[in-house]
């Protein structure tokens, strides 16, 4: 009886301190998550912004989940069904959290102050709940007691497969794979490469602009950076980011990037967005893994084809693996270009 009461005396004296815990965790939630909305963060955050879960922002989930744990531990000390849903949801957004940081090392190869914040206030949250739900367990010393314990676990477990089912990539990162413009059942694929600080490249990028529909309509075409410059490796996350993420108006952001190009040799993305903006285009920046997975995609489509100088254009039929190269400024010509197409169609 005695051994009882002190293990009684000693749960009373946790519960305070373990009650304002719980909601010190909600309000760090709640307010990292307003904080997220509203991209005071850092660029990993901002990466993550282009997320959803089952069609919400994860800052959108995160402000409405807090609210509803907000009420919820409000109320849960008058009733025990309103405790143990609390104990749920608290146990699934761990598990939910634990996904999302895979996601910042894995998928965006960022980390984020603000996301990594949030997380913690949700480990925090749970183990302080688990800790509760154990005061329940030592202040009756009922083996049914460990019920609540098991829940909490498969709750975690249940968190962390709808996280997996419900987290949606950005709608560019979908088509990470999907570089190309123009005719995009043909058997014929342009590749126009140049590099951000040739001076030809430069000269021959008017006459790209103008022949670019015409080639869109007998075949499909993209964009290819080779760096002769090495000021040019700076600038191909951006111009990946762009050919993936703004096709509608990749010509106007291409441009953007060019007037970047001759200002500076390292931009930041401050500069890149500002200046996008100024065309018309907002920009955002890919993921680490897309930019990655295209930059060896261009690399090996360089070195596959043998194309050593810029500017070129690459004409290849993957089918027969037929190819024909045209360089300089001369050659880069749209009716040498359109018959290239033609020759290897057949």
């Known amino acids: 009886m005695e051994e009882l009461q002190q293990g009684e005396k000693f749960c009373q004296q946790r519960w305070v301190s373990l009650d304002f815990l719980t909601w010190l965790c909600i309000v760090v939630a709640f307010f990292g998550s307003i904080l997220s909305a509203f991209n005071i963060c850092t660029g990993g955050c901002t990466a993550a912004h282009e997320y959803r879960l089952f069609g919400l922002s994860f800052a959108t989930v995160g402000i409405l989940f807090s609210a509803v744990l907000a009420v919820l531990n409000h109320l849960r000390s008058n009733s025990q069904i309103i405790h143990g849903v609390f104990a749920m949801l608290v146990s699934s957004a761990s598990g939910a959290e634990l996904f999302f940081l895979h996601v910042q090392k894995v998928e965006i190869g960022q980390w984020c102050a603000v996301c990594i914040t949030i997380a913690t206030a949700v480990f925090v949250l749970t183990a302080s709940i688990f800790s509760i739900t154990l005061k329940e367990i030592c202040m009756k010393w009922r083996f049914r007691k460990l019920v609540p314990l098991v829940i909490m676990t498969a709750s975690f477990v249940v968190g962390l497969f709808v996280a997996l089912a419900g987290v949606q990539q950005p709608a560019f990162a979908e088509e990470a794979g999907n570089i190309w413009f123009g005719k995009k059942n043909s058997k014929v694929e342009v590749y126009f490469i140049s590099d951000w600080f040739c001076s030809y490249c430069r000269k021959t990028e008017p006459t790209i602009e103008r022949i670019a529909p015409s080639v869109g309509k007998v075949a499909k075409y993209t964009f290819l950076d080779m760096p002769i410059h090495r000021e040019t490796y700076e600038f191909i996350p951006f111009h990946l980011s762009l050919l993936v993420g703004e096709k509608r108006k990749y010509l106007q952001g291409r441009r953007a990037l060019m007037e970047v190009a001759s200002k500076t040799r390292k931009p930041d993305e401050t500069v890149i967005k500002n200046a996008m903006a100024k065309h018309g285009?907002?920009?955002?920046?890919?993921?680490?893994?897309?930019?990655?997975?295209?930059?060896?995609?261009?690399?090996?489509?360089?070195?596959?084809?043998?194309?050593?100088?810029?500017?070129?254009?690459?004409?290849?039929?993957?089918?027969?693996?037929?190819?024909?190269?045209?360089?300089?400024?001369?050659?880069?010509?749209?009716?040498y270009i359109l018959a290239a197409i033609r020759n290897l169609e057949n």
Do not use: W
Not at 298 to 319: C, D, M, R
């Open 281 to 335: 285009v907002e920009f955002r920046m890919a993921d680490f893994s897309t930019i990655m997975k295209l930059s060896n995609e261009v690399t090996s489509i360089l070195l596959s084809n043998g194309v050593k100088v810029t500017p070129t254009v690459l004409i290849v039929n993957p089918e027969t693996k037929e190819k024909r190269i045209l360089s300089g400024t001369n050659q880069i010509q749209e009716p």
